[in-house]
Protein backbone atom coordinates (compact mmCIF):
# COMPACT_ATOMS: atom_id res chain seq x y z
CA UNK A 1 0.00 0.00 0.00
CA UNK A 2 1.48 3.09 -1.00
CA UNK A 3 2.01 5.80 2.03
CA UNK A 4 -0.46 8.59 2.84
CA UNK A 5 -0.31 12.13 1.81
CA UNK A 6 -1.75 13.80 4.29
CA UNK A 7 0.83 16.65 3.44
CA UNK A 8 -2.20 17.62 0.38
CA UNK A 9 -5.17 18.21 2.77
CA UNK A 10 -5.62 20.74 5.44
CA UNK A 11 -4.56 20.33 9.12
CA UNK A 12 -8.12 20.09 9.73
CA UNK A 13 -8.94 16.90 7.65
CA UNK A 14 -5.66 15.21 8.61
CA UNK A 15 -7.53 15.74 12.37
CA UNK A 16 -11.04 14.62 10.92
CA UNK A 17 -9.64 11.79 9.39
CA UNK A 18 -7.37 10.81 12.35
CA UNK A 19 -10.03 10.65 15.06
CA UNK A 20 -12.78 9.18 12.59
CA UNK A 21 -9.97 6.08 12.11
CA UNK A 22 -9.36 5.73 16.32
CA UNK A 23 -13.45 6.31 16.42
CA UNK A 24 -13.94 3.09 13.30
CA UNK A 25 -13.89 0.26 16.22
CA UNK A 26 -16.99 -0.18 18.07
CA UNK A 27 -14.95 -1.22 21.80
CA UNK A 28 -13.67 2.07 21.32
CA UNK A 29 -16.77 3.56 20.83
CA UNK A 30 -18.12 1.76 23.67
CA UNK A 31 -14.87 2.75 25.89
CA UNK A 32 -15.44 6.09 24.99
CA UNK A 33 -19.44 6.22 26.04
CA UNK A 34 -18.50 4.54 29.36
CA UNK A 35 -15.69 7.00 30.28
CA UNK A 36 -18.00 9.94 28.86
CA UNK A 37 -20.62 8.49 31.91
CA UNK A 38 -18.08 7.57 34.16
CA UNK A 39 -16.44 10.12 34.12
CA UNK A 40 -13.02 8.43 35.22
CA UNK A 41 -12.23 4.65 34.98
CA UNK A 42 -9.71 2.50 35.74
CA UNK A 43 -8.96 -0.14 33.47
CA UNK A 44 -10.02 -3.52 35.26
CA UNK A 45 -13.57 -1.53 35.61
CA UNK A 46 -13.88 -0.87 31.25
CA UNK A 47 -12.21 -5.31 31.36
CA UNK A 48 -15.43 -6.34 33.24
CA UNK A 49 -17.70 -3.62 31.47
CA UNK A 50 -16.87 -4.54 27.74
CA UNK A 51 -16.08 -8.46 28.62
CA UNK A 52 -13.02 -7.66 26.54
CA UNK A 53 -9.32 -9.18 27.18
CA UNK A 54 -7.24 -6.62 29.20
CA UNK A 55 -4.32 -6.59 26.51
CA UNK A 56 -7.25 -5.83 23.86
CA UNK A 57 -8.91 -3.04 26.03
CA UNK A 58 -5.04 -1.67 26.59
CA UNK A 59 -4.89 -1.55 22.84
CA UNK A 60 -7.85 0.70 22.00
CA UNK A 61 -6.88 3.44 24.66
CA UNK A 62 -3.75 3.11 23.44
CA UNK A 63 -5.27 4.11 19.76
CA UNK A 64 -7.69 6.95 21.90
CA UNK A 65 -4.94 8.44 23.62
CA UNK A 66 -2.71 8.56 20.48
CA UNK A 67 -5.34 11.15 19.12
CA UNK A 68 -4.95 12.74 22.81
CA UNK A 69 -8.97 12.20 23.53
CA UNK A 70 -8.48 9.87 26.08
CA UNK A 71 -5.78 10.91 29.09
CA UNK A 72 -4.42 8.45 31.69
CA UNK A 73 -2.71 8.78 35.13
CA UNK A 74 -0.91 5.69 36.95
CA UNK A 75 -2.13 5.48 40.70
CA UNK A 76 0.27 2.68 42.26
CA UNK A 77 -0.62 -0.47 40.60
CA UNK A 78 -3.47 1.04 38.50
CA UNK A 79 -4.14 2.95 35.45
CA UNK A 80 -6.88 6.01 35.34
CA UNK A 81 -8.22 6.85 32.36
CA UNK A 82 -11.03 10.17 31.66
CA UNK A 83 -11.78 12.13 28.53
CA UNK A 84 -9.69 14.96 27.63
CA UNK A 85 -12.56 17.55 27.58
CA UNK A 86 -9.94 20.11 25.75
CA UNK A 87 -9.49 17.51 22.80
CA UNK A 88 -13.15 16.31 23.30
CA UNK A 89 -14.57 19.66 22.55
CA UNK A 90 -11.98 20.39 19.62
CA UNK A 91 -13.13 16.97 17.88
CA UNK A 92 -16.63 17.95 18.86
CA UNK A 93 -16.46 21.34 17.18
CA UNK A 94 -14.39 19.67 14.02
CA UNK A 95 -17.29 16.98 13.68
CA UNK A 96 -20.07 19.41 13.75
CA UNK A 97 -18.43 21.96 11.19
CA UNK A 98 -18.00 18.55 9.01
CA UNK A 99 -21.17 17.26 9.23
CA UNK A 100 -23.09 20.28 8.65
CA UNK A 101 -26.65 20.21 7.27
CA UNK A 102 -27.47 19.92 3.56
CA UNK A 103 -30.20 21.08 1.72
CA UNK A 104 -32.59 17.79 1.74
CA UNK A 105 -34.92 19.52 -1.03
CA UNK A 106 -31.75 20.24 -3.87
CA UNK A 107 -32.71 17.98 -6.93
CA UNK A 108 -28.73 18.72 -8.49
CA UNK A 109 -28.40 15.42 -6.76
CA UNK A 110 -28.77 11.73 -8.26
Not at 48 to 72: D, Y
Amino acid sequence: MGASKTDLFTQEQNDIAAMAKALAHPARIAILQYLVEKNVCITGTLVEELGLAQATISQHLKELKTVGIVQGTIEGTSVCYCINPKVWKQYKALFNTFFKDVNPTSSDCC
